[in-house]
């Protein structure tokens, strides 16, 4: 039995990796899924240490950009 291992995501060239999924395929069939989520760094500290809050607070938005609305 040949078991594949296939990694899906980020899956866009725009994305930063919100959600990646670890898939183990049998042929055609998903045998295992494993989602790792929150899959975001960026550097974001070390960009906040050289800005004031003001300056600081069009970044935030960009954090996670699925959940713009609740920041």
């Given amino acids: 039995k040949y ?3 296939v990694n899906m995501g980020p899956h ?3 994305m930063h990796g919100v959600l990646r999924h670890i898939v183990t395929l049998d042929g ?3 045998v295992d899924c ?3 989520l929150g899959y975001l760094h960026r550097g974001m500290e070390k960009i906040a240490e050289n800005r ?3 300056q600081y607070l069009p970044y935030v938005t960009c ?3 699925l ?3 609740t920041n």
């Fill in 3 to 5: 078991l594949m291992i």
């Fill in 12 to 14: 866009h060239p725009s």
């Fill in 28 to 30: 055609e069939d998903v």
């Fill in 34 to 36: 494993e989602p790792i």
């Fill in 52 to 54: 004031t809050i003001i």
């Fill in 63 to 65: 954090w996670d950009y």
């Fill in 67 to 69: 959940a713009q609305n």
